[in-house]
């Protein structure tokens, strides 16, 4: 689920506004400020941060989004002059923190300078298209053996679509409770989809709705178990992957920075990380030798020994960002992630050591292009990446009646070429 990362100390704000809405294309808002203890303390915590790492962008990036959340334009817009000089490409365009500020003649011009001097990189091809243009989906997977791309959807449902691009219900809007369909992983083994129900926000349509994980039989397409979170109300769940030799799933909750497994035996999920272990904890994958967790937190991603639960960032040059990551993806000792939050959108690949354990360099693959409206997640298929180029989860809002059909698309799911 995509959002800007900005730390354990900003849970009380997060939690009282949709994450879905923190991205959009609209034109300038009123600014009102926000005062907390918690939004004082972050910025405390990373105006000493920064006196270490004083040209971190993803650092100066989310210290100047604080500084838009009091209304005070002037930190905000020297802090994103700081931004464009620590390069890295971080864009503050399209975040809805900064709204206010978008005919401001200043902010403009450091919008412009990020554009002359990070341009488009757009190499990837049409895949597929689901014909549901008010979908709003956040997670989506593919299944090699049938062919066949699933979306979840805000409308708590599950879609499937093949090269045909109709949409077709796997699940009934609610259905067994399905909450929000956040994160999709394919078990291709077992022939199951595993699905994230998410109960963020706790809003009275949601009254009855579980939040946990659901798997499904997709030969019948019936649900086979749901893994209900301990904790309702307790942070909400995001993204899962699941170990092909055992089966077994792993599930994020990026508010509580935890991470959970489903065990068989158990109706419910058990606690495989504590809270506060990856602070953000957002995109999740195993490694092919299936020894390693990577998760993808607020400032980074972490590896995490399956085995013994010990974790750790992995390393890497100032030069890396890693950060603000949404899915991700395992690929022949690299990483492939969609990074948005402190980004329009983009998606990366990080090459990693042969331990596993550092981040040797990075490659962005696609940026800019028109096409994007908010991506969020995809699938590896062999070789190449899938990934839906335009949720349009921006003009979607919680409890609020859908936009007109007209100002909607079809989802544009997009292949990118992972081979050398």
């Known amino acids: 689920?995509?959002?800007?990362?900005?730390?354990?100390?900003?849970?009380?704000?997060?939690?009282?506004?949709?994450?879905?809405?923190?991205?959009?294309?609209?034109?300038?808002?009123?600014?009102?400020?926000?005062?907390?203890?918690?939004?004082?303390?972050?910025?405390?915590?990373?105006?000493?941060?920064?006196?270490?790492?004083?040209?971190?962008?993803?650092?100066?990036?989310?210290?100047?989004?604080?500084?838009?959340?009091?209304?005070?334009?002037?930190?905000?817009?020297?802090?994103?002059?700081?931004?464009?000089?620590?390069?890295?490409?971080?864009?503050?365009?399209?975040?809805?923190?900064?709204?206010?500020?978008?005919?401001?003649?200043?902010?403009?011009?450091?919008?412009?300078?990020?554009?002359?001097?990070?341009?488009?990189?757009?190499?990837?091809?049409?895949?597929?298209?689901?014909?549901?243009?008010?979908?709003?989906?956040?997670?989506?997977?593919?299944?090699?053996?049938?062919?066949?791309?699933?979306?979840?959807?805000?409308?708590?449902?599950?879609?499937?679509?093949?090269?045909?691009?109709?949409?077709?219900?796997?699940?009934?809007?609610?259905?067994?409770?399905?909450?929000?369909?956040?994160?999709?992983?394919?078990?291709?083994?077992?022939?199951?989809?595993?699905?994230?129900?998410?109960?963020?926000?706790?809003?009275?349509?949601?009254?009855?709705?579980?939040?946990?994980?659901?798997?499904?039989?997709?030969?019948?397409?019936?649900?086979?178990?749901?893994?209900?979170?301990?904790?309702?109300?307790?942070g909400y769940l995001n993204d899962v992957t699941v170990v092909p030799s055992t089966g077994n799933a792993y599930v994020t909750n990026t508010l509580e920075g935890s991470v959970y497994s489903a065990n068989k035996g158990s109706s419910t999920l058990d606690m495989f990380l504590p809270p506060g272990a990856v602070p953000g904890a957002n995109g999740i994958t195993v490694s092919d030798d299936e020894k390693t967790l990577f998760v993808a937190g607020d400032f980074g991603i972490y590896r995490i020994d399956l085995k013994s639960k010990s974790q750790a960032p992995l390393q890497k040059g100032s030069e890396i960002i890693d950060a603000s990551i949404d899915g991700l993806y395992f690929y022949k000792q690299s990483l492939v992630g969609i990074q948005n939050g402190i980004h329009p959108g983009r998606v990366v690949r990080f090459y990693l050591d042969p331990p596993l354990t550092r981040i040797t360099h990075a490659e962005i693959l696609e940026t800019y292009n028109p096409a994007f409206e908010n991506p969020t997640t995809g699938s590896l298929d062999g070789d190449s990446f899938l990934f839906m180029a335009n949720t349009q989860l921006h003009k979607w809002q919680m409890g609020k009646p859908l936009p007109p059909a007209n100002d909607l698309h079809d989802i544009q799911i997009l292949r990118i070429s992972l081979a050398p």
């Open 1 to 234: 689920m995509e959002y800007r990362h900005s730390g354990a100390l900003r849970a009380s704000f997060i939690v009282a506004v949709s994450l879905l809405l923190l991205l959009g294309r609209a034109g300038a808002l009123e600014c009102t400020p926000v005062a907390s203890a918690g939004l004082e303390a972050e910025i405390s915590h990373l105006q000493q941060s920064t006196k270490v790492h004083p040209h971190d962008p993803v650092l100066l990036y989310n210290l100047a989004a604080d500084y838009a959340q009091k209304c005070d334009a002037a930190t905000t817009l020297k802090l994103l002059h700081q931004v464009v000089a620590a390069e890295g490409g971080l864009d503050p365009a399209e975040y809805r923190g900064f709204a206010y500020l978008r005919d401001n003649a200043e902010f403009k011009t450091i919008v412009a300078e990020i554009h002359a001097s990070n341009k488009p990189r757009i190499q990837s091809k049409p895949a597929f298209t689901i014909k549901e243009p008010n979908l709003f989906p956040e997670g989506m997977a593919y299944a090699r053996y049938n062919g066949r791309v699933y979306a979840g959807s805000v409308q708590r449902k599950i879609v499937w679509t093949d090269k045909a691009g109709e949409a077709h219900d796997l699940t009934k809007a609610g259905e067994d409770g399905l909450a929000y369909v956040a994160g999709l992983h394919i078990d291709e083994t077992r022939k199951q989809l595993w699905a994230v129900s998410t109960t963020f926000g706790n809003r009275r349509e949601l009254s009855g709705a579980v939040q946990g994980l659901f798997k499904y039989d997709l030969t019948t397409g019936r649900r086979i178990e749901t893994f209900v979170a301990p904790n309702r109300s307790a």
